[in-house]
Protein backbone atom coordinates (compact mmCIF):
# COMPACT_ATOMS: atom_id res chain seq x y z
CA UNK A 1 0.00 0.00 0.00
CA UNK A 2 1.03 3.21 -0.75
CA UNK A 3 0.13 6.54 1.02
CA UNK A 4 0.26 10.23 0.66
CA UNK A 5 1.31 11.71 3.89
CA UNK A 6 0.67 15.32 4.45
CA UNK A 7 1.69 17.65 7.54
CA UNK A 8 0.64 21.10 8.06
CA UNK A 9 0.22 21.44 11.79
CA UNK A 10 2.35 24.25 12.30
CA UNK A 11 5.24 25.99 9.82
CA UNK A 12 6.55 22.95 8.17
CA UNK A 13 5.03 21.85 5.08
CA UNK A 14 5.85 18.13 4.58
CA UNK A 15 5.04 15.39 2.07
CA UNK A 16 6.31 11.97 1.59
CA UNK A 17 4.97 8.88 -0.25
CA UNK A 18 5.42 5.17 2.26
CA UNK A 19 5.33 2.31 0.55
CA UNK A 20 4.42 -0.59 3.37
CA UNK A 21 5.71 -3.06 0.79
CA UNK A 22 8.67 -2.00 -1.17
CA UNK A 23 10.14 -5.15 -2.26
CA UNK A 24 7.64 -7.89 -2.20
CA UNK A 25 8.63 -9.04 1.18
CA UNK A 26 6.61 -6.93 3.52
CA UNK A 27 9.35 -4.21 4.22
CA UNK A 28 8.43 -0.43 3.94
CA UNK A 29 10.15 2.17 2.92
CA UNK A 30 9.68 6.00 2.08
CA UNK A 31 9.94 6.76 -1.71
CA UNK A 32 10.38 10.40 -1.40
CA UNK A 33 9.51 13.39 0.37
CA UNK A 34 9.56 17.12 0.38
CA UNK A 35 9.48 19.98 3.45
CA UNK A 36 9.29 23.67 3.16
CA UNK A 37 10.32 25.26 6.24
CA UNK A 38 8.24 28.76 6.96
CA UNK A 39 10.72 29.67 9.29
CA UNK A 40 11.68 32.60 7.23
CA UNK A 41 8.11 33.92 7.47
CA UNK A 42 7.77 33.77 11.11
CA UNK A 43 11.66 34.98 12.24
CA UNK A 44 10.46 38.76 11.83
CA UNK A 45 7.82 38.14 14.25
CA UNK A 46 9.94 36.00 16.71
CA UNK A 47 7.25 33.08 16.11
CA UNK A 48 4.49 31.62 14.53
CA UNK A 49 2.27 33.80 13.41
CA UNK A 50 -0.99 30.98 12.73
CA UNK A 51 -2.71 33.15 9.76
CA UNK A 52 0.47 33.50 8.10
CA UNK A 53 1.08 29.89 8.44
CA UNK A 54 -2.15 28.58 6.55
CA UNK A 55 -1.49 31.06 4.16
CA UNK A 56 2.11 29.88 3.39
CA UNK A 57 0.42 26.36 3.25
CA UNK A 58 -2.09 26.67 0.77
CA UNK A 59 0.98 28.20 -1.41
CA UNK A 60 3.08 25.74 -0.92
CA UNK A 61 0.97 21.98 -0.35
CA UNK A 62 0.36 20.91 -4.29
CA UNK A 63 3.76 22.16 -5.99
CA UNK A 64 5.38 20.15 -3.14
CA UNK A 65 2.94 17.28 -3.49
CA UNK A 66 3.54 17.60 -6.96
CA UNK A 67 7.35 17.12 -6.70
CA UNK A 68 7.04 14.38 -4.57
CA UNK A 69 4.96 12.49 -7.25
CA UNK A 70 7.76 13.39 -9.33
CA UNK A 71 10.60 12.40 -7.77
CA UNK A 72 9.00 8.33 -6.82
CA UNK A 73 8.44 8.16 -10.35
CA UNK A 74 4.72 7.98 -10.04
CA UNK A 75 2.12 9.81 -11.75
CA UNK A 76 0.42 12.15 -9.88
CA UNK A 77 -2.56 10.54 -8.05
CA UNK A 78 -0.69 6.85 -8.16
CA UNK A 79 -1.81 6.32 -4.41
CA UNK A 80 -3.89 3.61 -2.65
CA UNK A 81 -4.40 6.13 0.71
CA UNK A 82 -3.72 9.76 2.13
CA UNK A 83 -3.25 10.47 5.65
CA UNK A 84 -3.05 14.32 6.70
CA UNK A 85 -2.06 15.70 9.96
CA UNK A 86 -5.62 16.27 11.81
CA UNK A 87 -4.23 17.67 15.27
CA UNK A 88 -2.74 18.67 17.76
CA UNK A 89 -1.64 22.19 15.96
CA UNK A 90 -2.99 25.59 14.84
CA UNK A 91 -6.23 25.01 13.62
CA UNK A 92 -6.11 27.08 9.67
CA UNK A 93 -3.11 24.98 9.67
CA UNK A 94 -4.77 21.76 9.89
CA UNK A 95 -7.51 22.68 7.86
CA UNK A 96 -5.10 23.02 4.89
CA UNK A 97 -3.82 19.78 4.84
CA UNK A 98 -7.36 17.57 5.70
CA UNK A 99 -9.03 19.89 3.44
CA UNK A 100 -6.82 19.04 0.46
CA UNK A 101 -6.10 15.70 1.36
CA UNK A 102 -9.87 14.92 1.91
CA UNK A 103 -10.54 16.45 -1.46
CA UNK A 104 -7.88 14.71 -3.22
CA UNK A 105 -9.11 11.12 -1.51
CA UNK A 106 -12.39 12.57 -3.32
CA UNK A 107 -11.15 13.03 -7.03
CA UNK A 108 -8.31 9.88 -6.55
CA UNK A 109 -11.30 7.61 -4.84
CA UNK A 110 -8.89 6.30 -2.00
CA UNK A 111 -9.51 6.56 1.63
CA UNK A 112 -7.26 8.87 3.10
CA UNK A 113 -7.07 9.65 7.16
CA UNK A 114 -6.07 12.31 9.88
CA UNK A 115 -3.15 11.81 11.71
CA UNK A 116 -2.46 12.43 15.25
CA UNK A 117 0.96 15.44 15.09
CA UNK A 118 2.17 12.95 17.89
CA UNK A 119 2.03 9.90 16.99
CA UNK A 120 3.40 10.83 13.77
CA UNK A 121 6.45 11.34 16.24
CA UNK A 122 6.18 9.09 18.39
CA UNK A 123 6.54 6.38 15.39
CA UNK A 124 9.40 8.44 13.92
CA UNK A 125 11.89 5.83 15.06
CA UNK A 126 10.24 3.01 12.92
CA UNK A 127 11.15 4.44 9.91
CA UNK A 128 15.07 3.86 10.93
CA UNK A 129 16.72 0.65 10.09
CA UNK A 130 17.02 -0.29 14.04
CA UNK A 131 13.63 0.49 14.57
CA UNK A 132 12.58 -0.05 18.37
CA UNK A 133 9.45 -2.40 18.97
CA UNK A 134 6.93 -1.97 21.32
CA UNK A 135 6.71 -2.34 24.24
CA UNK A 136 8.32 0.72 25.16
CA UNK A 137 8.63 4.46 26.99
CA UNK A 138 8.30 6.97 24.42
CA UNK A 139 9.98 10.87 25.43
CA UNK A 140 7.94 12.99 22.76
CA UNK A 141 9.45 16.60 23.47
CA UNK A 142 8.71 19.37 21.04
CA UNK A 143 7.71 22.44 21.08
CA UNK A 144 4.13 21.89 21.85
CA UNK A 145 4.37 18.62 24.03
CA UNK A 146 6.65 17.46 26.55
CA UNK A 147 5.23 13.83 27.34
CA UNK A 148 6.03 10.11 28.51
CA UNK A 149 4.14 7.53 27.45
CA UNK A 150 4.02 3.83 27.67
CA UNK A 151 3.80 2.27 23.88
CA UNK A 152 2.26 -1.05 24.28
CA UNK A 153 1.49 -1.38 20.83
CA UNK A 154 0.74 0.85 17.94
CA UNK A 155 -2.08 3.03 18.84
CA UNK A 156 -2.28 1.74 22.87
CA UNK A 157 -0.54 4.76 24.71
CA UNK A 158 -0.67 5.56 28.14
CA UNK A 159 0.58 9.19 29.35
CA UNK A 160 2.44 8.50 31.99
CA UNK A 161 3.02 12.40 33.20
CA UNK A 162 3.92 15.85 31.09
CA UNK A 163 4.68 18.84 31.22
CA UNK A 164 2.17 21.17 33.38
CA UNK A 165 3.29 24.42 31.58
CA UNK A 166 5.50 25.01 29.15
CA UNK A 167 6.63 22.25 26.75
CA UNK A 168 10.59 21.57 26.75
CA UNK A 169 10.72 23.52 22.87
CA UNK A 170 8.54 25.97 24.02
CA UNK A 171 11.11 27.05 26.95
CA UNK A 172 14.12 26.83 24.61
CA UNK A 173 12.30 29.06 22.51
CA UNK A 174 11.00 31.40 25.00
CA UNK A 175 14.99 31.30 26.62
CA UNK A 176 16.32 32.23 23.35
CA UNK A 177 13.70 35.16 22.57
CA UNK A 178 14.88 36.15 26.26
CA UNK A 179 18.66 36.85 25.02
CA UNK A 180 17.17 38.15 21.18
CA UNK A 181 17.87 35.22 19.50
CA UNK A 182 16.04 34.27 16.15
CA UNK A 183 13.08 31.83 16.12
CA UNK A 184 13.02 28.64 16.77
CA UNK A 185 15.79 28.96 19.56
CA UNK A 186 16.31 25.81 20.46
CA UNK A 187 18.89 24.94 17.93
CA UNK A 188 20.83 28.55 18.41
CA UNK A 189 20.53 27.96 22.25
CA UNK A 190 22.13 24.63 21.54
CA UNK A 191 24.49 25.94 19.53
CA UNK A 192 25.71 29.05 21.67
CA UNK A 193 26.04 26.81 24.84
CA UNK A 194 29.18 24.88 22.82
CA UNK A 195 30.76 28.20 23.59
CA UNK A 196 29.38 28.10 27.77
CA UNK A 197 31.36 27.91 30.89
CA UNK A 198 28.86 25.41 32.65
CA UNK A 199 30.33 26.72 35.87
CA UNK A 200 29.24 29.91 35.79
CA UNK A 201 25.06 29.67 36.67
CA UNK A 202 23.25 26.72 37.83
CA UNK A 203 19.36 26.45 37.36
CA UNK A 204 16.72 24.63 39.35
CA UNK A 205 15.63 21.16 38.29
CA UNK A 206 12.11 21.51 38.47
CA UNK A 207 10.05 18.84 40.15
CA UNK A 208 12.48 16.39 39.96
CA UNK A 209 12.33 15.90 44.29
CA UNK A 210 8.58 15.33 43.64
CA UNK A 211 7.32 11.49 42.86
CA UNK A 212 5.26 10.87 39.47
CA UNK A 213 6.27 11.77 35.81
CA UNK A 214 5.06 15.21 35.46
CA UNK A 215 7.42 18.05 34.89
CA UNK A 216 7.42 21.95 34.78
CA UNK A 217 9.67 24.06 32.83
CA UNK A 218 8.45 27.32 33.81
CA UNK A 219 10.03 28.06 36.97
CA UNK A 220 13.33 26.98 34.92
CA UNK A 221 12.34 30.14 32.30
CA UNK A 222 11.57 32.13 35.26
CA UNK A 223 15.09 31.55 36.82
CA UNK A 224 16.68 31.85 33.40
CA UNK A 225 14.81 35.48 33.15
CA UNK A 226 16.14 36.46 36.65
CA UNK A 227 19.64 35.88 35.74
CA UNK A 228 19.47 37.61 32.16
CA UNK A 229 17.98 40.47 34.32
CA UNK A 230 20.98 40.49 36.72
CA UNK A 231 23.82 40.60 34.13
CA UNK A 232 21.50 43.58 32.08
CA UNK A 233 21.25 45.37 35.38
CA UNK A 234 25.16 45.18 36.23
CA UNK A 235 26.59 46.10 31.98
CA UNK A 236 23.44 47.41 30.40
CA UNK A 237 23.09 44.10 27.84
CA UNK A 238 24.63 41.02 27.51
CA UNK A 239 27.51 39.95 25.53
CA UNK A 240 28.54 36.42 23.77
CA UNK A 241 29.87 35.09 26.70
CA UNK A 242 26.76 35.50 28.66
CA UNK A 243 24.76 34.23 25.71
CA UNK A 244 26.90 31.27 25.86
CA UNK A 245 27.02 30.77 30.37
CA UNK A 246 23.20 31.23 30.39
CA UNK A 247 22.87 28.60 27.24
CA UNK A 248 24.65 25.94 28.23
CA UNK A 249 23.44 26.19 32.17
CA UNK A 250 19.65 26.22 30.33
CA UNK A 251 20.19 23.27 28.45
CA UNK A 252 21.71 21.26 31.16
CA UNK A 253 18.69 21.69 33.31
CA UNK A 254 16.73 20.42 30.91
CA UNK A 255 18.83 17.70 29.38
CA UNK A 256 19.05 16.69 33.61
CA UNK A 257 15.54 16.86 34.04
CA UNK A 258 14.10 14.47 31.26
CA UNK A 259 16.72 12.46 32.08
CA UNK A 260 15.51 11.93 35.29
CA UNK A 261 12.04 11.62 34.55
CA UNK A 262 12.92 9.32 31.68
CA UNK A 263 14.57 6.77 34.07
CA UNK A 264 11.68 6.85 36.35
CA UNK A 265 10.01 5.90 33.88
CA UNK A 266 11.70 3.03 33.16
CA UNK A 267 11.99 2.01 36.27
CA UNK A 268 8.47 2.33 36.88
CA UNK A 269 7.27 0.36 33.83
CA UNK A 270 9.90 -1.94 34.21
CA UNK A 271 10.84 -1.76 30.76
CA UNK A 272 14.41 -1.62 28.75
CA UNK A 273 13.42 0.74 25.59
CA UNK A 274 13.51 4.36 25.50
CA UNK A 275 12.00 5.99 22.56
CA UNK A 276 12.87 9.72 21.63
CA UNK A 277 11.23 12.00 19.60
CA UNK A 278 10.01 15.30 18.49
CA UNK A 279 11.79 18.23 17.61
CA UNK A 280 13.94 18.75 20.93
CA UNK A 281 15.43 15.16 20.03
CA UNK A 282 17.42 16.36 18.07
CA UNK A 283 19.35 18.13 21.01
CA UNK A 284 22.91 16.14 21.30
CA UNK A 285 23.20 17.09 24.69
CA UNK A 286 20.05 15.23 25.39
CA UNK A 287 20.81 12.66 23.12
CA UNK A 288 24.18 11.88 24.75
CA UNK A 289 22.72 11.88 28.45
CA UNK A 290 20.15 9.50 27.73
CA UNK A 291 22.57 7.63 26.09
CA UNK A 292 24.70 7.47 29.15
CA UNK A 293 21.52 7.03 31.61
CA UNK A 294 20.03 4.14 29.88
CA UNK A 295 22.78 2.29 29.64
CA UNK A 296 22.86 2.45 33.19
CA UNK A 297 19.81 0.60 33.54
CA UNK A 298 20.75 -1.88 30.98
CA UNK A 299 18.12 -0.43 28.72
CA UNK A 300 18.23 0.78 25.15
CA UNK A 301 17.71 4.45 23.92
CA UNK A 302 15.87 5.05 20.04
CA UNK A 303 15.87 8.08 17.82
CA UNK A 304 15.00 9.00 14.90
CA UNK A 305 17.40 11.02 12.49
CA UNK A 306 17.49 14.65 12.80
CA UNK A 307 15.13 15.53 9.67
CA UNK A 308 12.66 13.06 11.38
CA UNK A 309 13.05 14.46 14.61
CA UNK A 310 11.32 18.11 13.72
CA UNK A 311 7.86 18.32 11.41
CA UNK A 312 7.88 16.64 8.79
CA UNK A 313 5.81 14.63 5.97
CA UNK A 314 7.53 10.96 6.09
CA UNK A 315 6.31 10.56 9.57
CA UNK A 316 2.64 11.04 8.97
CA UNK A 317 2.85 8.61 5.59
CA UNK A 318 4.33 6.48 8.01
CA UNK A 319 1.88 6.52 11.03
CA UNK A 320 -1.20 6.67 8.30
CA UNK A 321 -0.05 3.82 6.51
CA UNK A 322 -0.26 1.48 9.56
CA UNK A 323 -3.39 2.97 10.40
CA UNK A 324 -5.08 2.34 6.86
CA UNK A 325 -3.07 -0.84 6.00
CA UNK A 326 -5.45 -1.54 9.16
CA UNK A 327 -8.80 -0.44 7.37
CA UNK A 328 -8.87 2.54 9.25
CA UNK A 329 -10.44 5.40 7.07
CA UNK A 330 -11.88 8.93 7.97
CA UNK A 331 -16.17 9.20 8.13
CA UNK A 332 -17.72 11.81 5.97
CA UNK A 333 -16.93 14.45 8.32
CA UNK A 334 -14.18 17.04 7.83
CA UNK A 335 -12.80 17.28 11.24
CA UNK A 336 -9.51 18.60 12.74
CA UNK A 337 -8.81 19.12 16.29
CA UNK A 338 -6.26 21.58 17.68
CA UNK A 339 -6.17 19.73 20.75
CA UNK A 340 -6.66 16.06 20.79
CA UNK A 341 -4.96 13.61 23.60
CA UNK A 342 -3.06 11.05 22.28
CA UNK A 343 -4.59 8.23 24.76
CA UNK A 344 -8.06 8.88 22.77
CA UNK A 345 -6.64 7.41 19.82
CA UNK A 346 -7.55 3.27 19.04
CA UNK A 347 -5.24 0.63 19.45
CA UNK A 348 -4.59 -0.61 15.55
CA UNK A 349 -5.36 -4.15 16.95
CA UNK A 350 -9.00 -2.97 18.33
CA UNK A 351 -9.66 -1.22 15.19
CA UNK A 352 -13.23 -2.67 14.27
CA UNK A 353 -12.69 -5.32 11.75
CA UNK A 354 -13.19 -4.42 7.99
CA UNK A 355 -16.35 -5.56 6.43
O1 LIG B 1 8.50 18.71 16.76
P1 LIG B 1 8.72 20.09 16.31
O2 LIG B 1 9.39 20.33 14.98
O3 LIG B 1 7.39 20.90 16.26
C1 LIG B 1 6.34 20.72 17.14
O4 LIG B 1 5.56 19.74 16.96
O5 LIG B 1 6.28 21.53 18.09
O6 LIG B 1 9.57 20.80 17.47
C2 LIG B 1 10.02 22.11 17.36
C3 LIG B 1 10.73 22.48 18.65
C4 LIG B 1 11.07 23.97 18.73
O7 LIG B 1 10.68 24.44 20.01
C5 LIG B 1 12.58 23.97 18.57
O8 LIG B 1 13.20 25.06 19.22
C6 LIG B 1 12.97 22.65 19.21
O9 LIG B 1 11.97 21.76 18.77
N1 LIG B 1 14.30 22.17 18.78
C7 LIG B 1 15.35 22.04 19.60
C8 LIG B 1 16.44 21.59 18.80
N2 LIG B 1 15.98 21.45 17.52
C9 LIG B 1 14.67 21.81 17.53
N3 LIG B 1 15.49 22.26 20.92
C10 LIG B 1 16.70 22.05 21.47
N4 LIG B 1 17.78 21.63 20.78
C11 LIG B 1 17.70 21.39 19.45
N5 LIG B 1 18.75 20.96 18.78
ZN1 LIG C 1 5.86 18.38 15.79
Known amino acids: MRVLGIETSCDETGVAIYDTDVDGLGNGAILAEALYSQVAVHAEYGGVVPELASRDHIRKLVPLMREVFGKAGLAYGHVDGIAYTAGPGLIGALMVGAATGRALGMAWDIPTLGVHHMEGHLLAPMLEENAPKPPFVALLVSGGHTQLVHVRALGDYELLGESLDDAAG ?79 AFQQAVVDTLAIKCRRALQQTELSTLVMAGGVSANLKLREKLATETAKLRAKVYYPRPEYCTDNGAMIAYAGAQRLAAGQSDDLTLKVKPRWPLNELLAVNELPEVV
Open 170 to 248: EAFDKVAKMMDLDYPGGPLVANLALQGDATRFKFPRPMVDRPGLDMSFSGLKTATLYAIQDIQKQQGSLNQQDKADIAV
